[in-house]
């Protein structure tokens, strides 16, 4: 028998895990871009080239989509608590690796693994609301670990700047290293396991792949994935390649550079926050809707302004300003839905979403580089090329008009049956 209760008497630690859930969202995206503001001096520091620099980033993002497909099935079966510890615990491991690396080489490969080991946090994370929560209520929590999700890469650059105005770039990965004890301790001390053995995937590796597949062979969730995975795409393509952008063309220091990174991580708290507090009320098709609009009306307008050559620090700022914007409501949308539409595979769910995430985004981050040109000119043209696909994506595939993900009116948002979300530890 289902008895309904409230999910806060079963889990009297809700706010402590959000909170640790928060932080192992944030800090892969941190150790994905926190060294931007020190690109420069790592190149001097490796005597290779700025592209060479940007392959470290296409590195943690390979590893981040990479450890989020694998991860993500694979909690299904064996839980999640362990799998988040290993995570933690390899991350800072991986982070020190990288303040010590004595070649670009060494650094690559250490950024790789540091990504795949990071990715446990942010897959698992998505998982583990999807076991404790349902309808609006998921909605919301998502919406949280959303917006310090996508927050996190915009601010990220501003606490690198600040660290580079004490110390190197090898000091910003040994204060990864730390942060990552910290979420270790943490995940040990406040994160039970929220999938309990009855409601785990049985059959091994196939099953897994099986769940995967069937997954992808849904149109609006191939539509979905490549809506959120394409705005992301425009999102690192302008991380990479603003440091050059706002430093070397318009000439900012890198504190300067950190301070307007911080206004579009003010945009985009708004954004989330918008969101939150919309979710439940609007549908959240709608809401996906608007924000793709917003994402590709900025960029446009950014493209047209550079071709009749007004290119200019404010108008710049503004048009990234509306970009990252509508990506804070994009992502805790279309993370919603595809998490709702992949809801009798939450793991495997988590882990399609997490891979279409970084890896469009490690294809995009290295673009601005590989174009050439003036840096204002080939970041926008990667990040209108992004916004279109994911405007196409959106209207072909997704059809939000159909309502896939919405969730049901009377879903009780607060509550989970007793089956359901009883932890075990």
Known sequence: ?????????????????????????????????????????????????????QLSLTACLVGLAVGQVVLGPVSDAMGRRRLLLAGAGMFTVLSLVCALAPSIAVFDIARLLQGIAGSAGLVIGRAVISDRFTGTHAARQLSTLSVIGMTAPVLAPVVGGLILGVG?????????????????????????????????????????????????????????????????????????????????????????????????????????????????????????????????????????????????????????????????????????????????APGAASGVLGGAQFVLGAAAAPLPGVLGGTPAVSMTVVLLGFALLSAVALITLARPWQGHGEPPADTDSSSRSLSAASPTS
């Open 1 to 53: 028998m289902n008895v309904s209760i409230d999910s806060a008497t079963l889990w009297p630690g809700t706010g402590r895990l959000l909170i640790v859930l928060g932080g192992l969202s944030a800090v892969s995206p941190f150790a994905t871009d926190m060294y931007a503001p020190g690109f420069p001096e790592i190149v001097t520091s490796f005597r290779t080239s700025g592209a060479s620099v």
């Open 168 to 344: 190197s770039w090898r000091l910003v990965f040994v204060t990864l290293a730390v942060t990552g004890l910290l979420l270790l301790t943490a995940v040990w001390a406040w994160v039970p396991e929220s999938l309990p053995a009855e409601r785990r995937r049985t059959g091994g590796l196939p099953a897994v792949l099986a769940a995967m597949g069937g997954l992808l062979r849904r149109r609006e969730m191939i539509g979905y994935l490549l809506v959120m995975g394409c705005g992301l795409a425009a999102l690192f393509a302008y991380i990479s390649g603003s440091p050059f952008v706002f430093q070397h063309t318009y000439g900012l220091s890198p504190t300067d550079y950190s301070l307007v990174f911080a206004a579009n991580a003010v945009g985009t708290v708004v954004a989330g926050a918008i969101f939150g507090r919309l979710a439940g009320r609007v549908r959240l098709n709608s809401l996906l809707v608007i924000g793709v609009l917003i994402t590709v009306t900025c960029v446009i307008t950014l493209m047209f302004l550079l071709a009749i050559g007004i290119s200019t620090l404010p108008t710049t700022w503004a048009c990234l300003f509306g970009l990252t914007f509508g990506f804070g409501i994009v992502l805790p949308a279309s993370t919603t839905v595809i998490l709702a539409v992949g809801g009798d």
